[in-house]
T-cell receptor
Framework: RKEVEQDPGPFNVPEGATVAFNCTYS??????FFWYRQDCRKEPKLLMSVYSSGNEDGRFTAQLNRASQYISLLIRDSKLSDSATYLCVVIHLRDNQGGKLIFGQGTELSVKP | DGGITQSPKYLFRKEGQNVTLSCEQNLNHDAMYWYRQDPGQGLRLIYYSQIVNDFQKGDIAEGYSVSREKKESFPLTVTSAQKNPTAFYLC?????????????FGPGTRLTVT
């Protein structure tokens, strides 16, 4: 079983739609959680951190459920420019890995006019 | 401007040749990382360094080598021992202090070996 699992998609949605991505992680000792966005053939860029209380940044809302080891990202009123691959990222601090990021394989989103 | 630079953007090599990928940062970050990304897969850690003159193997270090002689620089050498070197290589960095764990990525180098 992969440490971080995401639905690879693709998710094809019309402009203005609300779309939700889910991510599960297997290590209960995981401590920090992020969503990164990666455009085609570009580097990943930090979209937002995910906090236990849930957090919102404009049209984006991230949720964490530690009991179920589950992270979500909700995008409201999706724009064409939201088309990208969304990477779920988890960190669990180990003695010898210095805060290694563990990536899901990404969920591809395509927003159509 | 502060940031992470990687060069070159595209690199082509013949099988059996070693090749070195450059990564430089002027963010004054202590920790630096090398990842590899293959199509349809998540990033996988090759090597990381938390301090100058020290580095550690990641999950897929075989066939790669690194050095960290300066805080700003963390070059990666892909050796002829790496069986499937064609991939997208990403360098990242983060500050060691401050309790923040997110990493910031350079633009990547696409290596093609034929």
């Amino acid at each position: 079983r992969k440490e971080v699992e995401q639905d690879p998609g693709p998710f094809n949605v019309p402009e203005g739609a609300t779309v939700a991505f889910n991510c599960t992680y297997s290590n209960s000792a995981s401590q920090s959680f992020f969503w990164y966005r990666q455009d085609c053939r570009k580097e990943p860029k930090l979209l937002m951190s995910v906090y236990s209380s849930g957090n919102e940044d404009g049209r984006f809302t991230a949720q964490l459920n530690r009991a179920s080891q589950y992270i979500s990202l909700l995008i409201r009123d999706s724009k064409l420019s939201d088309s990208a691959t969304y990477l779920c990222v988890v960190i669990h601090l180990r003695d010898n890995q210095g805060g290694k990021l563990i990536f899901g394989q990404g969920t591809e989103l395509s927003v159509k006019p | 401007d502060g940031g992470i630079t990687q060069s070159p953007k595209y690199l082509f090599r013949k099988e059996g040749q070693n090749v070195t990928l450059s990564c430089e940062q002027n963010l004054n970050h202590d920790a630096m990382y090398w990842y590899r990304q293959d199509p349809g897969q998540g990033l996988r850690l090759i090597y990381y360094s938390q301090i100058v003159n020290d580095f550690q193997k990641g999950d897929i270090a075989e066939g790669y080598s690194v050095s960290r002689e300066k805080k700003e620089s963390f070059p990666l050498t892909v050796t002829s021992a790496q069986k499937n070197p064609t991939a997208f290589y990403l360098c990242a960095s983060r500050p060691e202090t401050g309790g923040t764990y997110e990493q910031y990525f350079g633009p990547g180098t696409r290596l093609t070996v034929t």
